[in-house]
């Protein structure tokens, strides 16, 4: 049955959609770079944790409620001030808005939520 033949059925699917929890983003993004929970909230700066550290950030800003402040407790003590979420943000949004194909599109097209 489709929603938007049956008026006033648009508005009813939308809120029966299932809230997104911190965990089932940081779940797919850590199944998708094969990585262990317990080494996202780690002083860890290889190229492949900071990745996915950024995407988390990203996601969780964007699907969530969550604030700046909220998401740098959630993964600390990796990241410890809100200004490094704020980084990681505008690190994701710039490279998705950029015109030439990388890496970080290739990912968020994979993963995205």
């Known amino acids: 049955m489709n929603p938007y033949i049956i008026p006033g059925l648009k508005n009813k699917a939308h809120k029966l959609k299932r809230i997104v929890q911190a965990d089932d983003i940081t779940t797919n993004v850590l199944d998708y770079f094969r990585l262990d929970v317990a080494i996202i909230r780690t002083k860890n700066r290889s190229r492949k944790i900071v990745t ?62």
């Not at 490094?84 to 943000?89: D, P, R």
């Not at 808005?97 to 990388?102: D, Y």
Request: glycine share 4%; net charge positive; hydrophobic share 35%.
């Open 52 to 113: 996915a550290r950024h995407i988390i950030c990203y996601l969780l800003r964007k699907h969530t409620g969550m604030t700046l402040q909220q998401i740098a407790e959630y993964l600390k003590p990796a990241i410890s001030e809100h200004t490094t979420v704020l980084h990681s943000i505008k690190y994701i949004d710039g490279q998705l808005s950029a015109k030439n194909e990388n890496d970080i599109k290739n990912i968020m097209n994979e993963i995205y939520i």
